[in-house]
Every structure is written in C-alpha cells, then in structure tokens.
C-alpha cells in the first residue's frame, strides 16, 4: 500500500463502517485494531481485498511498521461503551492520550491529516442547550465517566497543541449518538439495549423516567459528515449528529412499536453523571460542510432492528442476561 488510510479501531461499530466507505471509494486502508470493544467480522467481507488489511494491534504501544507513511488517519480507536469503558478506566484514559498521541507523532513525521473522533461527552452534562463547539462544557473530572469524557477532551486539546506547534494538519469531529448495524447488544447504547431487549422479550430498562433527551444520527450519516470534514478545510472542532432530539421514554415506544415486541418498559435508577439533555447545534457544521442527516429515526432503527433480528436468528449474538 502506498499513499493509503489509516484507521486505529478499525473492526469497531463506527471504525468498520468508515472502512467499508472508504474501500468503496478506491482508498487503500489499513486497519488497527486491538479487538477489545472491536469484531473481526465487522471486516470479514473486506477481508482478502487487494485495498484493505487489518493488523491486530493497540494504540497504547508505538505503530507497527506498516503503518507508516499513511496520507490521512482516522482515529476511530476508543471504546463508547459505557459499561466497558467504565470496568477498563485506566486503558480507556492509555486509548484517549498515549495511544492519540502515537498517531500525532506519526502524523507529524509522515505529513498525514489526522481526524479525532471526538464526542458530545466533551460537553458533559450541559448547562446550555442545545450544544454549540463554543460551549466549553459542564463534566465531572473524577466521576465515573471521566476516563471517556476526559479523555477525548484531553484529546482534542493535544490535537490543536500538535496544529499550533508543530502545524499537523488536524480535523476534531463531536459525534452525538450514531447508531446502527454492527452495535453490540448489552454494550450500554441505548439503542442496541432497547432492540435487543424488545426482541428477546425482556423489559426494557429506562433509567429515571426517561426524559432525558438523545439525538441520535444513523451511522451512514455518521460516516458522511466524517469524510466531509476529513476532505474539508476545517480543522474543527464540528458537531456531527442529528439536530431532532428524543426522550429515552419515546424511543423506548418507537423500538417496541417498530419490533412489534410485548415487552414492558422497566424503570431503574439514573447513572452517575448520565447528562439531561443533548443535542447538538449544527449551524457551524452545516455552514462548513453542506451537511445534515438524512436517514430519519425510524427509517434507521428499522435497519438496525433487521440487522439484529439477522443475527438473533443466526445465534451470533451472546446477549447479556
């Protein structure tokens, strides 16, 4: 490979789906990933192309060979899952700032653009609404969820340290809530929970009452604001996401109606730090980018309930009790 794309997290939900992307556009891409929070059959149909590899390996250690000389990287390397994220905090934390910071210093010697998936938890639990990149954020240094939150916001600040130093050519993406095919079930995304739960006759578990507000965006919108902001300009950071903001309560109902489930919803108590409200203000990115979602809620939730029902019915889902 010569001039190709490097994607860390690569077998990732978000991490596959970029790749599939991009090897459909022509690029060559190498994948990282560890295979902690990733699949390998995410990959397994790119697998033995001419344009895609994937090599086992955690950012946390120095780059492997083969991964120099990439023209663009990705950063996709972190797992989402809170749950996951919250039993490994310290490895977590090792993704977000030692393993971020291999890829600056590659990006540095070889000339790459480098874009961080960053996160809407950089804004923690807003006090402002909804949430513009100028907003600095309302989060909690030591709780539970600091080792993601804080993670990623250290991460965008040794981004723009590298553009500022050593003028790294960097792109900061804040993603709010993709969903879609390839989520694992019980990894504490909602989505994944509610339609797994629904479609093996369990309650689905809403935390408080559920009015709480998510926006959620279909990963193939996800990706498209990716490359977008990747072939642009910007540096960032821009909010990726869809501006229609849902209660937890309403897209409990909306999956239970979508699956035609007989399950009940099952109230239990609020998380740590679990934010209110979140919804992203788009007037930067659409300005820049020319972009938006497209795929409606219930138009992609019906695309991930048919991927889990596909993979129900093939027993390759170990659900969680």
Known sequence: MSD???VPGGAGFLGSHLCDRLVAAGRDVLALDN???????HVAHLMGRAHFRLLRHDITQPLPREAFGAAWMFNMACPASPPLYQARPVQTTLASVLGLWHLLEQARLCHARLMQASTSEVYGDPEVHPQAETYVGHVNPIGLRSCYDEGKRCGEAMCFAYHRQYGVAVRVARIFNSYGPRLRPGDGRVVSNFIVQALTGRPLTVHGHGQQTRSFCYVDDTVDGLMRLMESDAEGPLNIGSAQEHTVLELAETVLRL???RSHIEHRPM???DPRRRR???????ATLSWQPRVSLEDGLRETISYFRRELAESRLAVPA
């Open 4 to 6: 190709f794309v490097l």
């Open 259 to 261: 699956t035609g489930s």
């Open 35 to 41: 295979l902690s929070s990733g699949d390998q059959r």
């Open 271 to 273: 998380p740590e730090d």
């Open 280 to 286: 992203p203000d788009l007037a930067r990115t659409t």
